[in-house]
């Protein structure tokens, strides 16, 4: 028999170990979980009118309204009435339309219907993620607690079970055919991110640490989970303002001074791209968008879907410094090739790859050219591969070439078309801008974009277009005794796209804002970047802006339907420590 | 019309092209630090002095530091139709070393005068030419051909292509000028050094480009009175050193170029000259001597006076293969010489201002360049010179080089002289160099080298021994080796 003393003394130890255990697993699930209330608070307001499409809502930012949140639109449904007395105890809202926020005005807000528009009219009730179907995906299968957690947090969404959803969860996140109104919860490894109808990043918060214990090894259970492969938006660990003074007043840290926000807050996250890219170049196949990445020294294929799938990996034979690349398919059904350029032994190489497998074979390397491609015939397939003649003072030469695949060998042809003297065949397309049937050639060069109908300027913008971190210093004169160092960008090439659905090209830009390190050659220094916008409006040329401001280089640039694609690199310190690149997107037609 | 999602704002802002004269500012710099590692025989390396490289018997060591560091500005016009270009160097400063002027001014305080205008010079494009064509003047970069002229120099320099596979160069260079220098003597002439140098260069494939060019020099210092004749030492038998003191009529016609193949690689040089050097006394110098007969060289005889007609050529080629990270490199030349000191014929080939890199103890390959070195041209004395080389240069990572190269060097002519023994002696062997280097990026554009060369030394080089222990064969290999951590931007 046991006395009750020390059976009273083995209970308060046990009480006193799971309080310990528990108590910063209780801490950092409520920090997610606080965030999560915080991000998914209700709020209410109504339809203020219709707009081309759009809807305006009576709710702004200080209400804590932000883009992308969802709105039910909820009209009154069946009576709720007491059986006995016969009064009315409500009525049950039903949500015949969700409003997605596209843009915030003081004092109102833009919102754009997810799926078919219904009856949304003019005083109908809103309701931020108010009955809307939510599904919570667990790649951990350590998240049924915080799941639990969750479903009490957010009572208002209308919550699939646990099992039900871990049942019929995909093996990989990605998104569900036919979604209307289902958000998704996904919990990873790497942390929480929330997923709208359709499949765009709501938010991302940190991991619930109490999901792995620090010094636990995953289960085996884990091990044979499928991981999801969608890495989550890059985050800055930010005090918040208000909270800093604690910081310094009071020892003990509140669970609520650091805050986790995603760096490019309008930008949805499609993933972080492995190492970190200088250069990245698109093409769009036919059921397949291809993305090729360098670091300068090796190339890395990816086909982006919902992530990034690695397809192949290659670089020249010989050692150098890869400055571009550029996806050419010459024909249609033909092959699909990289032209790839770069520095090596004081000169210009330029490469070209074919896809074989998952590597890069060299099919022709060490073409003395800078090597461009460009999509002539409006296909948005980069049929004409130009090479353009290596110039030491300027880089960039005089001589520019066609060139075509003949045999397996590349030869050279006159171009057929007219282009301005200081074109370069990096930074540049050809598009029809203006909507006269002719294309117009668009560069960029020392920072201004040009426009030109054949060697007549339309256009030049200021001095802030390109920006970007592939970036030479090289002597002009390798053979002179006394050095002359230069340097030289390379930009990534401006898309045309009809980005406003007015059936008339505009151009979409990098744009940037340098230092003045950058100003003195010493490198790119580039303070923050953005996209710049330049059409052609009432027989002028005007410019405006897409999305924000970002505090790194831009260093890829696709538009693929009513997305806009674009590569961030973060260029870490002066020996390359923190280097990272994502790609992220903006949805044009939200 | 349909909206734009997300922030697309259409800003009227820029309808027109802004004006086309923005400037734009750069700023580039060479900070580079260099350090005399060791070397056996400074007494060789130090050929700036008076008395020339020579050899003395045993080891003659030393080491030293020093800075040298050019920076310079170009600002331009957005479309980089002018530009205006303005350099400084500054040093070399020798660490310790007090004093004004070059490799000085590194001792207490630090205060030496040691700052030079190294480049100042307008590049423009020539308005209503649609096409290239570039003018340049004043004090710039100058390249005729890297055996024969490749420095600063004074110059209006006009370049354009015919077609894209046909460019060509035009320059007049002033490289001596004596305005109205009616003390120096009674006559009227132009007394100035002036040259006019053309070029051509067909590239009619991407791996082949060659080049034709033509340069004539000409110059009178009005010295026609054999009291007042220009001097020639075999030592300084480079057209800068005699140039202000020679009645000068040379041309230089030649033919560069290179081209490949796959991985093979070929470049190549030829020239000939031809003209007159005239009211001049040639000195075949000593090792040892002064510079100047003014100044009791030794002998204090010219071998030759008057008038030379000047036929001298200069061939190279280098044969290399590029296999990956690896690139082999075999260098020949022949720089003419001239067999006869007392004749009145030039037969040495003739380079106007060069800097040749390619040996570690004989040319200018050490990192330490401004002092320490025997001759910065492709040849030796007016002996000619006949290279062989076998270079290897290996990538081993993206930041670091390696190379190693061995030569075999002659002299195109021999040495003839009397040795410490008052024997008659003639060689031409200057001896086999085996050198190498290494090269890592501390930074992107931070570079630290180091190299190393070492002569197994040919009897030739007995020619430049002192005392004794010159005897007819070589009694002293020469060793040298550098380093340098460099910035450049």
């Not at chain 1, 997923?195 to 044979?224: C, I, M, N, W």
């Not at chain 2, 006559?187 to 009619?204: A, L």
């Not at chain 2, 992107?444 to 180091?450: D, S, T, Y």
Request: hydrophobic share 40%; glycine share 8%.
């Amino acid at each position: 028999m046991f006395s009750s003393k020390p059976i009273l003394g083995k209970t308060l130890v046990l009480v006193i170990l799971m309080i310990s255990v528990c108590m910063p697993w209780t801490t950092a699930n409520s920090a997610v979980i606080d965030e999560i209330a915080d991000d998914f608070e209700p709020l209410a307001g109504v339809v203020v009118m219709a707009n081309n499409g759009e809807y305006i809502i009576d709710l702004d930012e200080s209400k804590g309204v932000m883009i992308g949140d969802l709105f039910s639109v909820v009209t009154a449904g069946k009576k709720i009435v007491h059986p006995t007395s016969g009064k009315v105890l409500g009525s049950l809202e039903e949500v015949k339309a969700v409003l997605k926020v596209i843009r915030t005005k003081p004092g109102y807000s833009f919102a754009r219907p997810l799926a078919k528009a219904a009856n949304i009219k003019r005083g109908d009730t809103i309701r931020r993620y108010n009955n809307l179907p939510a599904l919570f995906w667990d790649y951990t299968a350590n998240g049924k607690s915080f799941f639990a957690q969750l479903r009490q947090t957010l009572p208002d969404l209308k919550w699939q079970d646990y099992e039900s959803a871990q049942h019929n969860r995909p093996a990989r996140p990605q998104p569900i055919p036919d979604n209307k109104d289902t958000i998704v919860f996904i919990l990873t490894d790497r942390g929480v991110e929330v997923r709208d109808p359709e499949f765009f990043l709501l938010h991302h918060y940190g991991q619930p640490d109490a999901l792995e214990p620090v010094s636990a090894k995953p289960s085996t259970t884990q091990k044979t989970q499928p991981r999801a492969k969608v890495a989550p938006a890059p985050l800055v660990a930010k005090p918040a303002p208000a909270e800093s003074s604690k910081i310094g007043t009071q020892p003990q840290v509140s669970k609520e001074t650091v805050r986790f926000k995603p760096q490019y807050e309008r930008a949805q996250t499609i993933a972080k791209i492995a190492g970190f890219s200088v250069m990245t170049d698109f093409i769009k196949l036919r059921n397949q968008l291809l993305m090729a990445s360098t670091d300068g020294v090796k190339i890395a294929v990816y086909d982006v879907a919902d992530n990034l799938i690695p397809v192949a990996e290659g670089a020249p034979s010989y050692p150098g410094q890869i400055l571009a690349l550029k996806w050419w398919q010459p024909s249609e059904k033909g092959p699909l090739y990289l032209a790839a350029v770069s520095w090596a032994d004081e000169s210009v190489s330029g490469n070209i790859f074919t896809l074989d497998g998952k590597t890069l074979s060299p099919v022709q390397e060490r073409i003395p050219r800078i090597l461009g491609t460009f999509d002539l015939d409006g296909d948005k397939r980069p049929e004409t591969l130009l090479g353009q003649s290596f110039d030491g003072e300027n880089f960039f030469g005089s001589g520019i070439r066609e060139l075509k695949l003949t045999k397996g060998k590349i030869k050279l042809f006159k171009p057929t078309i007219s282009l301005p003297r200081r074109f370069t065949v990096l930074g540049s397309l050809f598009a029809d801008l203006t909507g006269d049937g002719q294309l117009e050639t668009v560069f960029i060069r020392g920072s201004i974009l040009y426009i030109y109908n054949k060697k007549n300027r339309l256009y030049q913008s200021p001095k802030e277009m390109g920006g970007s971190l592939s970036f030479l210093t090289y002597e002009v004169d390798p053979t002179a005794k006394n050095i002359m160092p230069t340097s030289a960008s390379f930009e990534v090439s401006p898309v045309a796209a009809d980005l406003d659905s007015d059936g008339q090209l505009e151009v979409l830009a990098v744009a940037s804002e340098r230092n003045f390190i950058g100003a003195v050659a010493a490198g790119p220094g580039i303070r923050k970047s953005w996209l710049e916008v330049v059409k052609f409006r009432e027989g002028r040329f005007v410019k405006g802006s897409l999305g924000e401001e970002m505090d790194s280089p831009l260093q890829g640039l696709m538009v693929d339907g009513k997305r806009v694609l674009f590569v961030v690199t973060a260029p870490g310190n002066i020996t390359g420590k923190g280097r990272n690149s994502h790609l992220l997107a903006y949805q044009l037609d939200l | 019309m349909k909206k734009l999602g997300l922030t697309i704002a259409i800003l009227a802002m820029m309808g027109f092209a802004v004006p086309a004269m923005a400037a734009n500012f750069a700023f580039h710099g060479d900070m580079n630090n260099r350090i005399l590692v060791y070397s056996n025989h400074v007494d060789w390396l130090d050929a700036r002095n008076d008395s020339f490289g020579v050899i003395n018997d045993d080891t003659v060591s030393d080491s030293y530091a020093e800075l040298k560091y050019r920076y310079w500005t170009e600002i331009s016009d957005d479309d980089n139709n002018i530009k205006g270009v303005y350099a400084i160097e500054i040093g070399g400063i020798r660490w310790g070393r007090e004093g004004s002027g070059k490799s000085q001014g590194g001792s207490f305080g630090g205060d030496g005068a040691n700052v030079e205008t190294r480049w100042a010079y307008l590049d423009f494009q020539v308005p209503f030419i649609e096409r290239k064509a570039r003018a340049r003047m004043g004090l710039q970069p100058f390249k005729a051909n890297s055996y024969f002229w490749q420095e600063t120099a004074t110059a209006l320099h006009f370049s354009s292509i015919i077609t894209d596979s046909v460019d060509y160069e035009l320059a007049f260079v002033r490289s001596v000028d004596k305005f109205n220098d009616i003390a120096d003597n009674a006559n009227d002439d132009i007394e100035n050094v002036d040259s006019f140098y053309g070029r051509v260069n067909f590239k009619p494939a991407d791996d082949l480009k060659i080049g034709l060019f033509g340069l004539y020099m000409w110059g009178d210092p009005d010295n026609n009175d054999p009291a007042d004749f220009g001097e020639i030492d075999s030592r300084d038998y480079e057209i800068k050193q005699f140039a202000d003191e020679a009645n000068l009529g040379v041309f230089t016609l030649g033919v560069d170029g290179s081209a490949s193949f796959g991985n093979f690689f070929v470049n190549w040089d030829l020239m000939y000259q031809g003209g007159d050097i005239d009211d001049v006394d040639f000195f075949d110098a000593i090792p040892g001597t002064l510079r100047n007969s003014k100044n009791n060289v030794v002998p204090d005889v010219p071998a030759a006076s008057g008038d030379f007609d000047l036929s001298a050529y200069f061939l190279h080629a280098d044969i290399g293969y590029k296999m990956g990270k690896a690139k082999f490199t075999y260098t020949f030349w022949y720089a003419s010489g001239d067999d006869d000191p007392n004749d009145d014929n030039f037969d040495a080939y003739l380079a106007v201002d060069v800097d040749r890199e390619d040996s570690m103890t004989i040319f200018e390959g050490p990192f330490v360049d401004d002092v320490t070195y025997f001759t910065e041209r492709p040849y030796m004395l007016d002996k000619g010179f006949v290279m062989n080389k076998l270079a290897f240069d290996y990538q081993w990572t993206q930041n670091l080089t390696v190379g190693t190269a061995a030569m075999y060097m002659l002299t195109a002519e021999d040495f003839e002289y009397v040795d410490g023994n008052g024997n008659n002696q003639s060689e031409d062997e200057i001896g086999v160099e085996i050198n190498g280097f290494l090269k890592y990026k501390l930074y992107k554009n931070l570079e630290f080298a180091l190299n190393a060369g070492y002569l197994f030394a040919g009897d030739g080089m007995d020619f430049f021994e002192q005392g004794t222990s010159r005897d007819g064969s070589s009694d002293e290999d020469i060793f040298v080796s550098s380093a340098r951590v460099r910035f450049k931007f």
